[in-house]
């Protein structure tokens, strides 16, 4: 009996041991997941459209901007490692040619993990997971036409006109409709121009006819010389025209609706928001990019 007992502790003995052992190796392979999750590279999307505080390039190269400086920060907070790659916008974002907005092939080809700079607005967050905002920004957008008005566009009224549109970005057909802008909601195909980009947009006034563009304005200069000027640079002979428009709100960082980025993003940017991380980011920016305009942060 005694004999029997004592086999009998030993199975048990035996038995805990190798559930200690088989509990230690699934331990240690979860962290194992763990750190190859932790240690992966997270690359975030960005484009030089604007040139202003929030991002812009250096003569030599280099990313600046408070975009960067931010989320620099909310990456060391979160543990993850995150680097920037310039790539084109429309990768994120694009439009048909009946302006209805698509997803990108880079995004949500998995190319790369999240995009800076898109504003939150209906249309957005229909295809986008959007952050909590590090920018404040209304999508003021704006009509831009010839200087000297020639074809006598009136931006209150675009019935039968030809408007052209920059790919992806929030000055939308929607938003016209939205902010009841006569004509907008009977605009046909044919009367709808999209560009990658303003760089050859004189060219395209003249090639189809158009008679404004429609994009998001940057406020340059100071005191009297202030102007209004296209995103990405008004070329010379255009002028805005009409009232300012809010398209969208707020600066974002953005992802797939299955991609984790946002979530852990938005931790951990409350996280240097609430500790006065962020305000000092902020409060720095005027002073290191300060020269590329005014520093408008979401505090």
Request: neutral net charge; hydrophobic residues 35%; proline residues 2%.
């Amino acid at each position: 009996m005694i004999r029997m007992q004592s086999r009998g502790d030993d199975l048990t003995m035996t038995l805990l041991l190798l559930r200690y052992f088989y509990n230690g190796m699934i331990q240690a392979a979860v962290q194992d997941v763990k750190k190859q999750r932790d240690d992966r590279v997270y690359i975030f999307q960005i484009y030089e459209s604007c040139s202003c505080p929030f991002f812009y390039l250096e003569d030599g190269g280099g990313m600046k901007g408070l975009a960067i400086d931010v989320i620099e920060e909310v990456c060391r907070v979160a543990g993850k490692v995150c680097k920037f790659k310039l790539i084109y916008f429309t990768e994120c974002l694009i439009n048909d040619a009946e302006g209805k907005l698509m997803a990108g092939k880079g995004l949500f080809g998995r190319n790369f993990d999240a995009c800076v700079g898109f504003s939150r607005n209906k249309e957005f967050e229909n295809i986008l997971s959007m952050s909590d905002s590090i920018w404040k920004y209304g999508g003021e957008s704006q009509f831009f036409v010839k200087t000297g008005n020639p074809r006598n566009f009136d931006p209150r009224n675009i019935t039968g006109k030809k408007i052209i549109f920059i790919n992806s970005w929030q000055s939308t057909i929607r938003c016209l409709v939205e902010h009841k802008v006569t004509g907008a909601d009977s605009l046909m195909p044919s009367q709808l121009v999209f560009l990658n980009g303003t760089q050859q947009l004189m060219d395209q006034f003249d090639k189809h006819k158009a008679d404004a563009v429609f994009g998001l304005e940057l406020v340059v200069g100071k005191g009297e010389d202030v102007q209004l000027e296209l995103l990405g640079g008004t070329p010379k002979g255009l002028e805005p025209i009409g009232d300012v428009i809010h398209c969208a709100e707020g600066v974002t960082i953005s992802s797939r609706k299955d991609s984790s980025v946002t979530e852990w993003f938005n931790d951990g940017l409350r996280k240097i928001k609430k500790s006065g991380k962020y305000a000092k980011i902020c409060r720095e920016a005027e002073i290191k990019h300060g020269k590329m305009g005014q520093v408008d942060c979401e505090l």
